[in-house]
Nanobody, 121 residues
Framework: QVQLGESGGGLVQPGGPLRLPCAVS????????MGWYRQAPGNQLEFVAR???????NYADSVKGRFAISRDNAKNTVYLQMNSLKPEDTAVYYC???????????????WGQGTQVTVSS
């Protein structure tokens, strides 16, 4: 089994920074792409950022230049560094990863439970 655990959420003032780590645990042979998504109240789940095994990154237009995704393969962890936060960034942030548990298995997609980020003065 594979589990994803987000942390680091909380209340932050507009313009402030916040860093979200997400640790992948369980039976892991390799982790392909890892990403972050978010869902604000009343809205659909939306893509935020993604990073693949070659460290190539992709961002939603709404967060480009403010957010940075990174990964530490030794710790099986993906990070989302959020800077210049805006009230419209308020949402539950979910971690996502494609994990191969054994070398002969196809990667499977997993989700974390989510962590609340609230941007407000």
């Amino acid at each position: 089994q594979v589990q994803l655990g987000e942390s680091g959420g909380g209340l932050v003032q507009p313009g402030g920074p916040l860093r979200l780590p997400c640790a992948v645990s369980g039976t892991i042979f390799s982790i392909n792409s890892m990403g972050w998504y978010r869902q604000a109240p009343g809205n659909q789940l939306e893509f935020v950022a993604r990073i693949d095994m070659s460290y190539s990154t992709n961002y939603a237009d709404s967060v480009k230049g403010r957010f940075a995704i990174s990964r530490d393969n030794a710790k099986n962890t993906v990070y989302l560094q959020m800077n210049s936060l805006k009230p419209e960034d308020t949402a539950v942030y979910y971690c996502n990863a494609d994990v191969r548990s054994q070398f002969w298995m196809q990667p499977r997609n997993y989700w974390g439970q989510g962590t609340q980020v609230t941007v407000s003065s």
